[in-house]
């Protein structure tokens, strides 16, 4: 079976940083692009930040940009999220995604087109 399991997430102040990991299983995962999602309570669901699958191209939503990094470890079938400078508005559950289509932009997977989904971590941010 598919598995994308997100952990890493819990509490951290206002300026903090947290790294998120994924670790995937049941798929090509070096086929595919990869990416992460978040959810606040009563918000839809956006996309943070994809990565294409050799890691050529990669996506930040706007406000995000300059504080947050995505990695990818083929190898080990790990995509993280490097979160620094933390804003109470990043607070959320934080989902990984994939699809094994290829051949899009990482801007295009992270609008809403990933094809296989995990169980989210929850952030917190708060003084």
């Known amino acids: 079976e598919v598995q994308l399991q997100a952990s890493g997430g819990g509490l951290v102040q206002p300026g903090g940083s947290l790294r998120l990991s994924c670790a995937a299983s049941g798929f090509a995962f070096g086929d595919a692009a990869v990416g992460w999602f978040r959810q606040a309570p009563g918000k839809e669901r956006e996309g943070v930040s994809c990565?294409?699958?050799?890691?050529?191209?990669?996506y930040y939503r706007d406000s995000v940009k300059g504080r947050f990094s995505i990695s990818r470890d083929n190898a080990k079938n790990t995509v993280y999220l490097q979160m620094n400078s933390l804003k109470p508005e990043d607070a959320a559950v934080y989902y990984c995604?994939?699809?094994?289509?290829?051949?899009?932009?990482?801007?295009?997977?992270?609008?809403?087109?990933?094809?296989?989904w995990g169980k989210g971590t929850l952030v917190t941010v708060s003084s």
């Open positions: 990565i294409t699958n050799r890691g050529g191209g990669v």
């Open positions: 995604a994939a699809d094994e289509r290829r051949g899009n932009s990482a801007r295009y997977y992270c609008n809403d087109g990933m094809r296989l």
